[in-house]
């Protein structure tokens, strides 16, 4: 069955580097995402993979898929307390289109 | 482009009644979803539909639920004879799909209805 896991805390220090994890069961598995969901507010999508890619970067953001241990990774740079939030890795479960969602993983800054 | 927007954004409701929600999509959007979430969790999916078609149905969605997308454009979810259980958010979403590939991958989300059943 599709599955995706992702440790529930994380705090980093205002300036460093947040690294948030993911693994996922899915072996057809076409688009892998990054949502993010501040407290009161709706989902935005961070950014994706496409599955046969290895990593893609965007600004602060750089996403790592290793397709073979099925673990996908979000690297933030330079962490700013606006940073602070959920952050949901998901996969598109393709075979029904619809998104496979972790339980998120709450992002907290520190000074 | 307007974002996905959804009505209304809290609804408190006693057991028992039965709730309708309104979700818009961003125009041209030909998918349409509905998600659920439940405090602590990330969004469970229920169903979508491309155009008016209803394509897929969760096992999440009892026989209590029911939503309809009759034009092709708004869409609508019913709850009826709510219990305390559906208390959660629910969440619209939407894509647009292009000929040629197998699934719309970018869902934008609406910023949800967040049911309370008394």
């Known amino acids: 069955g599709e599955d995706v896991e992702q440790s529930l805390f994380l705090s980093v220090r205002e300036g460093d580097s947040s690294v948030i994890n993911c693994t996922y069961t899915?072996?057809?598995?076409?688009?892998l995402y990054w949502y993010k969901q501040e407290p009161g507010a709706g989902l935005q999508l961070l950014t994706y993979i496409f599955s046969n890619m290895d990593m893609k970067q965007d600004q602060r953001l750089t996403v790592l898929l290793n397709k073979k241990d099925k673990h996908l990774s979000l690297r933030i740079a330079d962490t700013q307390t606006g940073d602070s939030a959920i952050y949901f890795c998901a996969d598109l479960y393709s075979s029904a289109s619809k998104i496979i969602f972790g339980s998120g993983t709450r992002l907290s800054i520190r000074p | 482009d307007t974002g996905v927007s959804q009505d209304p954004r809290h609804k408190i409701t006693k057991r028992g009644q039965n709730v309708t929600f309104r979700c818009d999509p961003i125009?041209?959007?030909?998918?349409l979803y509905w998600y659920r979430q439940t405090l602590g969790q990330g969004p469970e999916f229920l169903t979508y539909f491309q155009n008016e078609a209803q394509l897929e149905k969760s096992r999440l969605l009892s026989d209590r639920f029911s939503a309809e997308r009759p034009k092709g454009s708004f869409s609508t979810l019913e709850i009826q004879r709510t219990e305390q259980g559906d208390s959660a958010m629910y969440l619209c979403a939407s894509s647009k799909l292009f000929s040629g590939t197998s699934g719309a991958y970018e869902q934008y989300f609406g910023p949800g209805t967040r049911l309370t059943v008394t």
């Open positions: 899915d072996s057809s598995s076409t688009y």
């Open positions: 125009s041209e959007h030909n998918r």
